[in-house]
């Protein structure tokens, strides 16, 4: 979505809150950082940061106006930072008590239980329990129907790998 990009300024001007979900960034490629370094909310997979997950965190409060920056770290749980305290902070997963029966879109997911939960007025530190997993929780679990048989709505349907919905 090369388009997005330039609509930052007027969303800005508008007040409205941004958010990006830059899953695949490696902290490097130049694609990502007018997302990373214009949102006010961002997220991000640890998967292709490796170890360098914090100082590419650390890099989006320098070069952006951030308000909460999160690292979803898959079966381990994630990170998550704020402006006015750049301690990392971890979360944890979320035992969901049932199988997991498939992870298309837990990443997905997560950033909608948390979008759900910062709008709903939580607090950062706090958007990261209960809301994320919530969403999934009711639906994660259940069995999508064969592929030929699928809807457009069963391509939402989300389940974390390893115990966490994002």
Known sequence: MNWARHLYKEAQDSGVTTSTDLHDWDGENEYHKDFAYQSDLVFLSTAALGDGHEEVMRRIFEKGPAKVVVATAGALGGFFMVRNNRAVRRFFPV????????????????????????????????????????????????????????????????????????
């Open 95 to 166: 035992d969901l008590g049932r199988p997991i029966l498939d992870s298309n879109g837990a990443g997905d997911c997560f950033v909608a239980g948390y979008l759900s939960g910062y709008f709903q007025g939580n607090r950062p530190r706090r958007a990261d329990r209960g809301r994320p997993h919530r969403g999934c929780r009711t639906r994660c679990t259940r069995r999508l129907p064969p592929a030929g048989e699928r809807s457009g709505k069963a391509n939402l349907i989300c389940s974390p790998p390893t115990k966490l919905c994002g």
